[in-house]
């Protein structure tokens, strides 16, 4: 079975503009959620979607924003990008939306604003 | 709220050596789990364990173990005989039963195994 995919793995861009991140999770799982990893913030909780619905969301500006398809698969956007964006993107499938599922990661995406 | 504290920031030992890493946690839920994590340079976080609140028995999988103590809120990971392959950060993670899915992270202990 193919493990979460995501795309792109290195991104550069330049303050303020947006950017897109993709998600593919594991075949038959419906819940991904994301998360933020900076060498001072550590990893943060983004936000959790299952069956097309946001059902969590951490405490981030409203900038950054995300969606999930009929598929399964996840799209964040960060828009009016601030050099403090500077982080690896990281996406996590799992088969519920519940306490009891495993969540499965990632390699995560790579995002430099200059 | 959740907490996870990792007091170890860093850990170097030389192969063969056994190496534990420490983890306090904080919840008000009496349902939780605990998970441990590791991040190679690659940086994708690899699934090692995750453990329920309501099962505190000790698991051992090859050269890892892990002991799970309610009584202290501690979940340490051991590495016995450790090997140059095991050098990655390792996190240890809370998900309980008011946060769902959602992970909260502790800060990581950077493990370097020295041939």
């Known amino acids: 079975k193919a493990g979460v995919t995501q795309t792109p793995r290195y991104l550069i861009k330049t303050r303020g503009q947006q950017v897109t991140l993709s998600c593919s999770p594991i075949?038959?799982?419906?819940?991904v959620s994301w998360y933020q990893q900076t060498p001072g913030q550590g990893l943060q909780f983004l936000f959790e979607?299952?069956?097309?619905?946001?059902?969590n969301k951490g405490n981030f500006p409203g900038r950054f924003s995300g969606r999930q398809f009929s598929n399964s698969r996840s799209e964040m956007n960060v828009s009016t990008l601030e050099l403090g964006d500077s982080a690896l993107y990281l996406c996590?499938?799992?088969?519920?939306?519940?306490?009891?599922?495993?969540?499965?990661f990632g390699p995560g995406t790579r995002l430099t604003v200059t | 709220a959740q907490k996870v504290t990792q007091a170890q920031t860093e850990i170097s030992v030389v192969e063969k050596e056994d190496v534990t890493l420490d983890c306090v946690y904080e919840?008000?839920?009496?349902?939780?789990?605990l998970f441990w994590y590791k991040q190679p340079p690659s940086g994708e976080l690899v699934f090692l364990i995750r453990?329920?609140?309501?099962?505190?028995q000790n698991e051992i999988s090859g050269r890892y173990s892990w002991n799970f103590q309610k009584s202290t809120s501690s979940f340490n990971f051991t590495i016995t005989a450790s090997q140059v392959v095991d050098s990655a950060v390792y996190f240890c993670?809370?998900?309980?039963?008011?946060?769902?899915?959602?992970?909260?992270f502790g800060g990581g202990t950077r493990v370097l195994v020295k041939p």
């Open positions: 996590a499938s799992s088969s519920g939306p519940g306490l009891a599922y495993e969540q499965y």
């Open positions: 075949s038959g799982h419906r819940s």
């Open positions: 979607y299952f069956s097309e619905t946001q059902r």
């Open positions: 919840t008000r839920d009496t349902t939780y789990y």
């Open positions: 453990r329920n609140s309501f099962d505190e």
């Open positions: 993670a809370l998900s309980d039963a008011a946060a769902g899915n959602k992970l909260t």
